[in-house]
């Protein structure tokens, strides 16, 4: 059963949070509340490219991509659109072990390895003559 939300802009976070409102910080790009199951975990959703958006239409709030709280006992996934709750279906343990793998390799991710003396730079010409420009 899909539930209504409200959403309260601030700059800083209340100590005591209330169910069913969504805090948002536009000051620290950060968004938090209570778990919508009711369990009363804090979620947070940092605002970033990687992470969360929120539009705003002057009237209700989104968030996307959905919140899955895989770390919390209740496990719960939902989304929130619109101001309202619309609860998504249970993961399975394969599945959220798979979200938690990064999306985009790291520095200690990525095989380091040495250019072979045949390789052709030609293609980064370019970029060097822009370099001698400034």
């Not at 968030?63 to 709750?85: A, D, E, M, Q």
């Not at 619309?86 to 993961?91: E, G, I, L, M, N």
């Amino acid at each position: 059963m899909d539930a209504r939300i409200t959403h309260v802009f601030v700059d800083c976070f209340p100590e005591q949070l209330d169910q069913g409102v969504v805090y948002i910080s536009i000051r620290y790009a950060l968004v938090t509340h209570l778990c919508c199951c009711g369990c009363g975990y804090e979620v947070v959703t940092p605002l970033a490219p990687r992470e969360w958006k929120l539009t705003f239409d002057g009237v209700s709030i989104s968030l996307h991509p959905s919140i899955g709280n895989w770390s919390f006992p209740c496990k719960s996934h939902y989304w929130i659109r619109n101001n309202t709750v619309a609860w998504a279906r249970q993961w399975t343990e394969k599945e959220i072990s798979a979200s938690r793998r990064p999306v985009y390799p790291t520095a200690e991710a990525m095989p380091r390895t040495r250019p072979s003396a045949t390789t052709s730079l030609a293609p980064f010409k370019w970029l060097a003559a822009l370099w001698k420009r400034k």
